[in-house]
């Protein structure tokens, strides 16, 4: 995704610099391509979301130099320091230390780096730093996302697919997985059964995460999120809680993720409130350099149409 971001906004600023009036031509191709974008690949690229990836290159217009342990959410915290110094240290540390987002803007907001230069006593700033980032409770949404894209998998779009479709692909590609999901995650199985004394039950997938050392259940879901599947997590945690997880673990997670969450849904369920279950979208595939390359020329196009019959 990171990659994908960085690819973005390279193009808006390559688009921008050719436009003659520069300002007003950014506020309308941000805005008409925001729209289009959405439209054809769904929440994500708002106008704010484009701005974003637009600074994420002026800031970081070397691909290589990208951490590629750090995730969009770390990067859109980064892109807000304007102090050169300052941004590269934060973003070396996060790595290091893994950081979950909440962590690395603590230390931002907190000033950590200016203080730790001003400072002639290191080790003082350094144990506070420590504390700061032992103080905050592990909370399993700094190490969820929403979306997960999905694109690694090369499934074409506008084609139906089944969950196991889904699942197959996912355990064939895993590894990408893996680093799609972040920072801590093992693989621990696929269709795993949860017996009870009438039935047996089968988790599509079960990781397990060694920094918030708790098990993750995914539940992968092809359409819009229904309160149905809520209950499904809620009962599938229960139970592994009650039959699987062992003493030294902490509570288990539930994921559900589907292509659409229904916002309503989710706030009158137990997603609301409910530290333990989550949901997120997951994409299938974000826009190609050459998709994008077309929307550009489009909205290039239409600017161009407008503003000459503006002159006329």
Not at 167 to 182: H, P, T, V
Not at 196 to 203: A, C, I, L, R, S
Request: hydrophobic content about 35%.
């Amino acid at each position: 995704m990171v990659d994908a971001y960085w690819s973005i906004g390279k193009r808006i600023v390559e688009e921008e610099q050719k436009g003659e009036k520069r300002a007003e031509y950014g506020i309308y191709l941000l805005r008409d391509l925001a729209k289009c974008l959405t439209a054809e690949f769904g929440p994500g690229f708002s106008e704010q979301g484009l701005r974003n990836m637009r600074q994420f290159y002026v800031v970081f217009p070397i691909r290589s130099t990208l951490w590629s342990e750090l995730t969009w959410s770390h990067y859109r915290l980064l892109i807000r320091i304007e102090n050169e110094n300052a941004r590269k240290f934060y973003g070396e540390e996060a790595v290091s230390s893994n950081w979950s987002v909440r962590a690395l803007e603590r230390q931002i907001n907190s000033l950590y780096y200016e203080r730790l230069q001003s400072s002639k006593e290191k080790s003082p700033v350094i144990s506070e730093m420590q504390n700061n980032v032992n103080s905050l409770n592990l909370n399993p949404r700094d190490y969820l996302k929403d979306p997960y894209v999905l694109e690694f998998l090369d499934l074409k779009p506008d084609t139906h697919y089944l969950e196991k479709d889904i699942e197959k692909a996912l355990i064939s590609q895993m590894q990408k997985f893996l680093l799609e999901s972040g920072r801590g995650f093992s693989f621990v199985a696929r269709q795993q059964r949860i017996a009870t004394d009438t039935t047996n039950f089968y988790v599509d997938l079960v990781f397990y995460n060694y920094i918030l050392k708790c098990f993750m259940l995914i539940d992968l879901k092809v359409g819009k999120l229904t309160h149905q599947d809520i209950g499904q997590m809620d009962m599938y945690v229960r139970m592994y809680e009650d039959k699987i997880r062992g003493k030294d673990d902490n509570p288990s997670i539930g994921l559900i993720l589907c292509t659409e969450k229904d916002e309503i849904v989710a706030k009158y369920s137990v997603l609301q409130e409910d530290k333990q279950i989550f949901a997120a979208k997951y994409q299938l595939y974000l826009p190609t350099e050459q998709e994008l390359i077309a929307e550009l020329e489009r909205e290039k196009q239409i600017l161009k149409i407008s503003q000459d019959n503006q002159n006329y």
